[in-house]
């Protein structure tokens, strides 16, 4: 069946050091997004990809960065971690540009930065 | 802006209770409205949408109607189980060319046995 998957699941790292957020999806969906989901925020649009070489700020970009080489991975960089970012990160992808809306979400990652 | 408002949580509820959960929204022009449900653990997952006025949307016994005129889109289901207890969250389209979703903060829903 075709997934999508986000990688570590769970991560404790220092604040400054770099850390990247695995998505990879086999669905080959052209549009793929990252959230933040924070107590008392929902969910929040971090950057997004309409496709290869595509990518767009979300609402809370800042200290965040994209990259889209390729259909199935949108792997999302954290520069220099910050407490600010301790967070969970959900990966979601879509099929098309249309506003149909339906997005599927991977399992999330849970990233601690002390 | 666009944006959705739901009602605070917890919610909780007997099991066979009846089920609301208020949202409403701020949009402008005609955007689709959805329900995801995030069981504990997991990612979200879409529970139902309308993409217009007088819609209703439908799903495992939950339902919910596109009020244009008093801008809502409550859930609602007439009788809840405990393997409904999650987190459920209201969301809207950006509309025109973007599968951009706007979410609500979520609304906990506990049902005890």
């Known amino acids: 069946d075709a997934e999508i998957t986000q990688s570590p699941r769970h991560k404790i790292t220092e604040t400054g050091r770099q850390v990247t957020l695995a998505c990879h999806q086999t669905?080959?969906?052209?549009?793929m997004f990252w959230y933040r989901q924070d107590l008392g925020h929902g969910l929040r649009l971090i950057h997004y990809?309409?496709?290869?070489?595509?990518?767009n700020k979300g609402e809370v970009s800042d200290g965040y960065s994209v990259s889209r080489s390729n259909t199935e991975d949108l792997p999302l960089t954290l520069e220099s971690a910050a407490s600010s970012q301790t967070s969970v990160y959900f990966c979601?992808?879509?099929?098309?540009?249309?506003?149909?809306?339906?997005?599927?979400f991977g399992e999330g990652s849970r990233l601690t930065v002390l | 802006g666009n944006s959705v408002t739901q009602m605070e949580g917890p919610v909780t509820l007997s099991e066979e209770a009846f089920l609301t959960i208020n949202c409403t929204y701020t949009?402008?022009?005609?955007?689709?409205l959805f329900w995801y449900v995030q069981y504990p653990g997991e990612g979200l997952q879409l529970l139902l949408k309308?993409?217009?006025?007088?819609d209703k949307g439908s799903n495992k016994g939950f339902e919910a109607t596109y009020r244009k005129e008093t801008t809502s889109f409550h859930l609602e289901k007439g009788s809840v189980q405990v393997s409904d207890s999650a987190v459920y969250f209201c969301?809207?389209?950006?509309?025109?060319?973007?599968?951009?979703?706007?979410f609500g903060t979520g609304t906990l829903l506990a049902v005890q046995p």
């Open positions: 979601a992808s879509s099929p098309d540009r249309g506003g149909t809306g339906e997005l599927f």
């Open positions: 669905w080959n969906h052209n549009n």
């Open positions: 990809s309409y496709g290869v070489h595509d990518t």
């Open positions: 949009a402008t022009g005609y955007p689709s």
């Open positions: 309308a993409t217009k006025a007088d």
């Open positions: 969301a809207l389209s950006g509309g025109g060319a973007t599968n951009k979703l706007i």
